[in-house]
């Protein structure tokens, strides 16, 4: 059964700085995974989707790299800023089935 | 292009009311819908998905019930409500396993 995790749970940086927010996952049999974005009251915002033949997406500020092998992606996000406040989560479909599997999120709070 | 839409926004519902909440699709056709609940500090559950018309699988025993009576068109539904049907309720859909789309989602309180 496919387990996705993220690290860490929560992160308070000051404005400007890059930071890493990681996923890994239990069952590398991936077709792609997906990085969202979640604004406090609101639905998920897809921010960048790596198929399984990629190693990097970039969009802007953001870019997610993909390890198949050792079952981990990562988020940078570049020069942070205040609005980039929010959970980010990562989520891949499932190796059966139609239900995607998704991590518990990374809260980020971006202080000016 | 896509788009996904949800309502009601918010709803404020008593114990043992019917609930029905309502998701539908534009620029699609045949996608995955997904229903899921988010509960206060809480992960992502998911409720039902439905890969066609009328076929509806439930991933958790509830109170809840869902249905798919047209192609972009899924509902969430309760008979009775209970209180910890209170959440974040959000609807999605993908085409077969590909990228994932939300809804703006719905919050329920149940009182």
């Known amino acids: 059964k496919q387990e996705v995790t993220q690290i860490p749970a929560a992160l308070s940086v000051p404005e400007g700085e890059n930071l890493v927010l990681n996923c890994s996952f239990t069952?590398?049999?991936?077709?792609?995974l997906q990085w969202f974005r979640q604004d406090p009251g609101k639905g998920l915002t897809s921010l960048l989707l790596i198929q399984s033949s990629q190693r990097e997406q970039t969009s802007g500020r953001l870019n997610a790299s993909l390890d198949k092998s050792s079952g981990r992606s990562t988020l940078y996000i570049a020069a942070s800023q205040p609005g980039d406040s929010a959970t980010y989560l990562c989520a891949v479909p499932p190796s059966y089935g139609q239900n995607f599997v998704f991590g518990p999120g990374t809260r980020l709070s971006v202080l000016p | 292009s896509q788009t996904i839409h949800q309502w009601p926004a918010t709803l404020v519902q008593p114990v043992g009311s019917p609930l029905s909440l309502e998701c539908t699709v534009e620029g699609t056709s045949n996608p995955n819908l997904y229903w899921y609940r988010q509960a206060a500090g809480r992960g992502l559950q998911l409720l039902f998905y439905s890969v066609g018309i009328g076929q509806i699988s439930s991933e958790v025993p509830q109170n809840l019930s869902a249905s798919r009576p047209q192609d972009r068109q899924f509902i969430l539904s309760s008979k009775k409500l209970l209180l910890s049907d209170s959440g974040f309720y959000l609807c999605a859909w993908s085409v077969r396993l590909s990228e994932q789309f939300f809804g703006p989602g719905t919050r329920l309180t149940v009182l």
């Open positions: 069952d590398s049999a991936i077709y792609n």
